[in-house]
C-alpha cells in the first residue's frame, strides 16, 4: 500500500469555474477527512466520512462546495463558481475505526494546490 | 482566541541543540496529536496520546491533560529535523474532527 494519494497535486484555475479533487484513502481504512489549509496556518476541517456516510460537516463548506465518497472507497471535493478566497492546499487524511487493532492517527495524503486566479 | 495555541511560531536551533515545542488547549480533548510538514505540504503523524509520553527515535511527546499542555521534545537536533510542527486535538464528545495550532517552523542549522 502507497499511502493516500491526491489528484492533481496542483490546480490553476480562473475565478468561477468549477474545480474537482479526489483522494484515493489507504484501503483499509474507514475513515476519510478533508481539511484547508492556507498559507502560514494550520490545516481546518471540511468535512468526514465513515464508509460512504458524510457525518460532519465543517459550517467552512459553503453550498459551493461538496463531498462525496459514493462507495465508501475513494472521495471526490468538488468546489463550483471558485472565488480567489478558495485558493489554499486541500488535504485528505485517513483512519481506520478504533478498536480495530491498527495503529491509529490520520494519515494524511500529499495534498492539492489550488490557485484561483 | 484559538482553540490550539502553539509556541514558538518559529524556532532557529544549531544542530546538536534539545528542542521543545509546546502546545496549549482551551477544550476537553479526547486525543492531541503532533504532526510534522515539509515544505512542499506532506503532513506526517508524529505521535497521537492522551496521556502521559511517548517517545519514538530522538521525539518526545508529552501531554498533561489536568493543565491542558503538551510538549514536543527534539534530541540532539539535526538540519532534516527542519519542518513546520503541528499541535492538534480531537474534541470530547465523539467528533472525530481534528482542530490544528498553526504550527511552529522550526529551523536547524548545521
Known amino acids: 500500500d502507497t499511502g493516500v494519494s491526491q489528484d492533481p497535486r496542483h490546480k490553476i484555475t480562473k475565478r468561477g469555474q468549477n474545480v474537482t479533487f479526489r483522494c484515493d484513502p489507504i484501503?483499509?481504512?474507514?475513515?476519510l477527512y478533508w481539511y484547508r489549509q492556507t498559507l502560514g496556518q494550520g490545516p481546518e476541517f471540511l468535512t468526514y466520512?465513515?464508509?460512504?456516510?458524510?457525518?460532519?460537516k465543517s459550517r467552512l463548506l459553503s453550498d459551493r462546495f461538496s463531498a462525496e465518497r459514493p462507495k465508501g472507497s475513494f472521495s471526490t471535493l468538488e468546489i463550483q463558481r471558485t472565488e480567489q478566497g478558495d485558493s489554499a492546499m486541500y488535504l485528505c487524511?485517513?483512519?481506520?475505526?478504533?478498536?480495530?487493532?491498527?495503529?491509529?492517527?490520520?494519515?494524511f495524503g500529499p495534498g492539492t494546490r489550488l490557485l484561483v486566479l | 482566541k484559538n482553540e490550539v495555541e502553539q509556541s514558538p511560531q518559529n524556532l532557529t536551533a544549531q544542530e546538536g541543540e534539545f528542542i521543545t515545542i509546546n502546545c496549549s488547549y482551551s477544550?476537553?480533548?479526547?486525543?492531541l496529536h503532533w504532526l510534522q510538514q515539509h515544505p512542499g505540504g506532506g503532513i506526517v503523524s508524529l505521535f497521537m496520546?492522551?496521556?502521559g509520553k511517548k517517545k519514538h527515535g530522538r521525539l518526545i511527546a508529552t501531554i498533561n491533560i489536568q493543565e491542558k499542555h503538551s510538549s514536543l521534545h527534539i534530541t540532539a537536533s539535526h538540519p532534516r529535523d527542519s519542518a513546520v510542527y503541528i499541535c492538534?486535538?480531537?474534541?470530547?464528545?465523539?467528533?472525530?474532527?481534528?482542530?490544528f495550532g498553526k504550527g511552529t517552523k522550526l529551523t536547524v542549522n548545521p
Open positions: 484501503s483499509e481504512h474507514n475513515r
Open positions: 466520512f465513515q464508509n460512504e456516510a458524510q457525518l460532519e
Open positions: 492538534a486535538v480531537r474534541l470530547l464528545g465523539g467528533s472525530e474532527k481534528l482542530v
Open positions: 496520546l492522551s496521556s
Open positions: 487524511a485517513s483512519s481506520p475505526l478504533r478498536g480495530t487493532g491498527r495503529p491509529g492517527g490520520q494519515y
Open positions: 477544550v476537553g480533548i479526547s486525543a
